[in-house]
């Protein structure tokens, strides 16, 4: 009898380590992550950013799922200038936090190590309209790390 237990629960255990794979069809259907460098329309979606240095940015959507809301995301890493950096952490309240920006995998390489800066009244400077947006800040690196999404 135990030795049965042992076996089912090993099945089981197997079962749930191996997911099934993805259907060929929705992996093919994802599109490619473009990672923009242009900085022109972080500038006019996030003006806190001023007018940025350089910038590393996704952008994606849902649009292709007429089942959902369409959803809008963006990923980006910042940096800005030094006045801008001064201006967002003397404008807003902040706290260190010990949480890494977690950004689209093509983005990883450019979040820098930190320590980062977040806070609620940060977030709500970035957030227009229907945007929701978690700010990290890494200010002697000058960077801004976002994390935004919107529902319509």
Do not use: Y
């Amino acid at each position: 009898m135990r030795a049965r237990f042992a076996s089912v629960l090993l099945l089981a255990l197997t079962a749930c380590a191996h997911p099934p794979p993805e259907d060929a069809e929705s992996t093919a259907t994802r599109p490619v992550l473009e990672v923009r460098h242009d900085t022109d329309v972080l500038a006019r979606t996030f003006p806190a950013l001023g007018a940025p240095v350089s910038a590393s940015w996704i952008r994606w959507d849902n649009a292709g799922d007429a089942s959902r809301a369409t959803a809008v995301w963006i990923d980006a890493v910042v940096q800005v200038t030094k006045p801008t950096m001064d201006s967002l952490l003397r404008q807003h309240d902040t706290e260190p936090s010990t949480h890494r920006p977690a950004v689209q995998k093509p983005l990883e390489a450019d979040v820098p190590a930190g320590p980062f800066r977040t806070g609620v009244e940060l977030n709500m400077a970035f957030s227009p309209g229907r945007m929701s947006t978690r700010v990290f800040l890494d200010p002697p690196r000058d960077t801004v790390v976002l994390q935004s999404s919107e529902i319509s």
